[in-house]
T-cell receptor, first 113, second 116 residues
Framework: GENVEQHPSTLSVQEGDSAVIKCTYS??????FPWYKQELGKGPQLIID?????GEKKDQRIAVTLNKTAKHFSLHITETQPEDSAVYFC????????????FGTGTRLTIIP | GAVVSQHPSRVICKSGTSVKIECRSL??????MFWYRQFPKQSLMLMAT?????????EQGVEKDKFLINHASLTLSTLTVTSAHPEDSSFYIC????????????FGPGTRLTVL
């Protein structure tokens, strides 16, 4: 089955700087890669996703890059703000529709004011 | 769009009782819903996949008789924790497909279960 590794487990960044979180996956058939943000006591919130037919996707301060050959994808947050502090999870899913997601272990991001 | 709700948000119960958690897709129809369990400071652990009108598919190690899942309509799935024990205390989260994309899952806000 799919295995997703996520690094780092914790990340502290000065406000205004950029943050990068990286994930690798094992199943080359996976073709959907979402990123979720989870605040304390809440459910995960989808913040951006990418499919294997593109290499990069951007939404304002958030971007995701995908390298299918190396089987890794990354989340980039620029101009970080205190409200970006949360736990971030990457995930991977195989094709075929409504298949279960395999999650990474999470990254606790702290933005230092 | 793509809003998923859960009820209740918190529940405290005594050992031996059963607790039902509801998961609703508010503005789309979800053929498939997923139930997760999350322990403090850990990732999400998939418990089961719930398909409308059919039996749920449970992950290895998850007791189907203890965690009863019903997906009676395209907007509602329920998880019943039967004969709850303190070790069942956890954060339970459901997710549902968006309906417009077969891959995208949107999560509910979660239910904090505490068994005394």
């Amino acid at each position: 089955g799919e295995n997703v590794e996520q690094h780092p487990s914790t990340l502290s960044v000065q406000e205004g700087d950029s943050a990068v979180i990286k994930c690798t996956y094992s199943d080359s058939a996976s073709n959907y890669f979402p990123w979720y943000k989870q605040e304390l006591g809440k459910g995960p919130q989808l913040i951006i996703d990418i499919r294997s037919n593109v290499g990069e996707k951007k939404d304002q301060r958030i971007a995701v890059t995908l390298n299918k050959t190396a089987k890794h994808f990354s989340l980039h947050i620029t101009e970080t703000q205190p409200e970006d502090s949360a736990v971030y999870f990457c995930a991977a899913s195989p094709p075929s529709g409504n298949e279960k997601l395999t999650f990474g272990t999470g990254t606790r991001l702290t933005i230092i004011p | 769009g793509a809003v998923v709700s859960q009820h209740p948000s918190r529940v405290i119960c005594k050992s031996g009782t059963s607790v039902k958690i509801e998961c609703r897709s508010l503005d789309f129809q979800a053929t498939t819903m997923f139930w997760y369990r999350q322990f403090p400071k850990q990732s999400l652990m998939l418990m089961a996949t719930s398909n409308e009108g059919s039996k749920a598919t449970y992950e290895q190690g998850v007791e189907k008789d203890k965690f009863l899942i019903n997906h009676a309509s395209l907007t509602l799935s329920t998880l019943t924790v039967t004969s709850a024990h303190p070790e069942d205390s956890s954060f339970y989260i459901c997710s549902a497909g968006s309906g417009t994309s077969t891959d995208t899952q949107y999560f509910g806000p979660g239910t904090r279960l505490t068994v005394l």
